[in-house]
Each structure stands twice: as C-alpha cells, then as structure tokens.
C-alpha cells in the first residue's frame, strides 16, 4: 500500500514540476520584454537629453533577466569592435521577441538623434505589446500549468495502480 502511494506521489511531483517549468518559461519570457522596454525607456531619455552612447548607456544597465544582461554585453562587445554583430541567443525567447530583438540590438547607435528616437518609439509600442502578451500569459497559464501539471501527474499516478 505504501508503494502506491509513493508512486502517486512522485508522478504528481514530477507533473507538478513540469507544470512548474512551463511557467517558469513564461515568466522569464515576461521579464526578459520588461527589461528591454526598461532600456528603450532609458534610451529614448539619453537621446533627449544626455548623448551618452548607446554602449555606454547599456554598460550601466543591469536587468533581471540573465537572458537580456547577456544580449546587452554581446552588444557591448560589438559596440568596441570584438565582434562583427550583435549576436543574440534564442533560447526560451518565441520567435517574434526573438526577431525584434534581434532587430533592435542590430539597430541601435547606428542613426542620428531624431531618425534613432523614432526607431525607439517603434521598438517601444512593439516591445509593450509583447510584454502585455507575455504579462498576461504568465499571470494566467502560468499558474494553470502548475496546476494542471500536477493534476495530469496525479491522474497518471492513480491510473498506474
């Protein structure tokens, strides 16, 4: 009897994980677009104000997301001449953040004051949207995914006895 139990137990601990790890995706998802709109943000204030470049500008710039602080130090790196792009990591990104991002990292510094504002206007309404995607997926099919998850392991668990 005790087996069984244990058996049930550890399949809804391993579906309860897998829910986990979809919502963990999700969120990381969310928190790598806050970052980026954090940084069109500051952009667009630099820009309007202090001139710094862009590099110098996303040096003093850390985020949450492990993802993002890597995209912005390969930029860095591009930025002094090391690399010949700015070369971004997929990852767990879907493939429309994915391809803005790698038009944005491939755009910015490379135009004068106004034509660049208005490039970060345009990243900044697409990054928004996105990030409202992904806020909204979070806070709704992340925890459903735990759940879920854990209930799709229970299920499987009492089955198997």
């Known amino acids: 009897m005790s087996t069984h139990i244990l058996i049930v137990f550890i399949c809804a601990a391993v579906g309860a994980f897998a829910g986990y790890t979809v919502m ?7 928190v790598y677009l806050d970052g980026v709109c954090k940084i069109v943000d500051e952009l667009k204030r630099n820009i309007s ?3 710094d470049s862009v590099a110098t500008v996303l040096q ?11 995209h912005i130090e390969k930029y860095i790196e591009f930025a002094h001449g ?28 490379k135009a004068d004051g106004n034509s660049q504002t208005d490039q970060l206007k345009m990243f900044g309404d697409a990054f928004v949207k996105m990030r409202g995607e992904a806020e909204t997926k979070y806070l709704k099919f992340g925890a459903v995914a735990v759940k879920l998850g854990f209930l799709f392991g229970l299920g499987i668990g009492v089955l198997t006895l």
């Open 24 to 30: 963990r995706t999700y969120k990381r998802n969310f």
């Open 49 to 51: 104000y202090r001139r």
């Open 60 to 70: 003093n710039t850390k985020t949450d997301s492990s993802l993002l602080n890597k």
């Open 82 to 109: 090391k690399t010949d792009g700015p070369e971004i990591d997929k990852m767990f990104l879907p493939e429309e953040t994915y391809r803005k991002s790698s038009e944005f990292f491939g755009s910015i510094g």
